[in-house]
């Protein structure tokens, strides 16, 4: 089973307008870490960047996933670590 995807979505109303590609890796390595980079347009809003996040931690119970890129206004930097709920 892959574990790449690429999603792109395009606007047709006034011409063809690209709003958002999204490439990512789902199982880098075989290790189920994620790691890609998008682009995303909505209106006056404009995101390029790349994420990754990692199940485990350092080997501890907490997941962790990082976003950072550029948008009209300037940089952004997302950073998340939780522990998952059990199933």
């Known amino acids: 089973e ?3 995807q690429l999603n792109v979505r395009v606007n047709l109303e006034e011409g063809i ?3 958002r590609v999204d490439l990512r890796e789902e199982s880098l390595l075989g290790r189920g870490e994620l790691a890609g980079v998008f ?3 909505h209106d006056e809003r404009r995101d390029v960047g790349a994420r990754f996040a990692t199940p485990r931690l350092f080997g501890t119970r ?3 996933r990082v976003s950072a890129g550029q948008s009209r ?3 952004f930097l997302e950073q ?3 522990r998952p709920r059990p199933k």
Do not use: K, N, P
């Open 73 to 75: 206004i300037g940089s």
């Open 62 to 64: 907490l997941d962790a």
């Open 2 to 4: 892959w574990t790449t």
């Open 39 to 41: 682009f995303r347009e």
């Open 17 to 19: 307008e690209l709003r």
């Open 80 to 82: 998340e670590v939780f």
